[in-house]
């Protein structure tokens, strides 16, 4: 069965550091992978996923993901925080021809001025 | 339309009465997810459909909670005798195809902020 963990319920960086937001996965087979961002009263919005291709997969916004299958590992990071990216960020896996995606319970991102 | 709809935005009901919950999906999308998203538990599946079928119920939480779907559009998420652990936020996603696929993007709705006094 799949699942995915997040590590950090909440994520506090200053404006123009480093984002990191973690997130490792359990799948019995090579999985699919998406993060997810969602803002205040929002919907989810799509980030970026890896589907198999380059393992370091670049989204919107200026972040980017790497699959590291050795860690089972799909990290998040963005090399420079803007306060815009303040918001909720979920980590998701589907296997292959599966029909549902797994969410992990989230990592709440702060930008300190 | 441009993305997917919801309706109503917001929902407060007193407990054990019925809900229904609207879903418009984007135009074309043959696949519709219902997600609940609450405090404590994430987001957890509920259904899916692929055009107007619903092979797998087994993500529904009770037998008070049923969806259909109509003309492979729309869909109607409905909760039965309300309790107030059904409070949450249920969001519907649909996509092109099935998620898995390669290349499959689930495109979510605000979602229906639901409360029950």
């Known amino acids: 069965a799949q699942s995915v963990t997040q590590l950090g319920s909440h994520v506090s960086v200053s404006e123009g550091a480093l984002v990191l937001l973690r997130c490792n996965y359990s799948s019995s087979v090579p999985p699919y992978l998406f993060w997810y961002v969602q803002y205040p009263n929002q919907g989810l919005q799509l980030l970026l996923k890896y589907t198999s291709a380059a393992t370091l997969v670049k989204g919107i916004n200026g972040f980017e993901a790497e699959f590291k299958k050795s860690e089972t590992s799909f990290h998040l990071t963005k090399p420079s925080a803007h306060m815009s990216d303040a918001a909720e960020y979920f980590c998701?896996?589907?296997?292959?021809?599966?029909?549902?995606?797994?969410f992990g319970t989230g990592t709440r991102l702060t930008v300190i001025p | 339309g441009a993305g997917v709809s919801q309706s109503p935005s917001n929902k407060v009901t007193e407990k054990g009465k019925d809900v229904e919950l609207r879903c418009d999906p984007i135009s074309g999308h043959t696949a519709l997810y219902w997600y609940r998203q609450s405090l404590g538990q994430g987001l957890e599946f509920l259904i899916y459909f692929q055009g107007n079928s619903a092979p797998d119920k087994s993500g529904l939480p009770s037998d008070r909670f049923s969806a259909e779907r109509t003309g492979g559009s729309v869909s109607t998420l409905t909760i039965q005798r309300t309790q107030q652990e059904d409070s949450a936020v249920y969001l519907c996603a649909s996509s092109f195809l099935l998620a898995g696929g390669p290349g499959e993007t689930q495109y979510f709705g605000p979602g229906t902020r639901l409360l029950v006094l």
């Open positions: 998701a896996v589907s296997d292959p021809g599966a029909n549902n995606l797994f």
